[in-house]
């Protein structure tokens, strides 16, 4: 079992900090919404992690309910950059250390600005991407903060 355990998992562990794993089959329906019906959770408490590029060059993660859409200019103004847009999707492994669909934003190759959607705030324990395909994370959004480093602001159209 050790050897299945992501970068996520280890740090959550190092730092003592509550978690559970969820895991679910895997298929070609890798977008959050669906990952959501399969361990059948209600879509405001699972969270996307989005990577983004700023204007300013540097990377920025956003995390965000699965069913929302990212608003760029809150999201540009909550880390006080003029603009920023998605990464391209095949920058994503090179970018943060995971692949499209498993990518967690505990443990990426850096630890990038994040913020967090203020939503996350409503509840005791949200779920986010467990660094690879077939795991969610069950955390509190306090916990994700302090392991992140996050802000929160409100984030999404």
Do not use: W
């Not at 003592?16 to 990952?35: L, R």
């Not at 505990?106 to 660094?131: P, R």
């Amino acid at each position: 079992m050790k050897k299945n355990k992501t970068n996520a998992m280890r740090i959550l562990e190092s730092k003592k900090i509550d978690f559970e794993i969820i895991n679910y089959e895997v298929d070609e329906n890798i977008d959050g919404i669906s990952v959501a019906n399969k361990v059948g959770l209600d879509l405001n408490i699972v969270f996307k992690t989005l990577v983004t590029i700023g204007a300013d060059n540097n990377n920025y993660v956003f995390v965000i309910p699965v069913n929302r859409e990212l608003d760029l200019k809150k999201a540009a103004k909550s880390v006080n950059v003029k603009k920023i847009e998605m990464i391209h999707v095949k920058d994503i492994k090179k970018i943060t250390g995971y692949i499209r669909g498993g990518c967690s934003p505990i443990g990426m190759k850096k630890l990038y600005k994040t913020v967090l959607d203020n939503s996350a705030m409503e509840f005791n324990q949200i779920y986010v991407s467990g660094g690879k395909l077939g795991a969610q994370i069950k955390i509190s959004p306090r916990d994700l903060i302090e392991i992140t480093d996050a802000d929160i602001y409100d984030l999404v159209k």
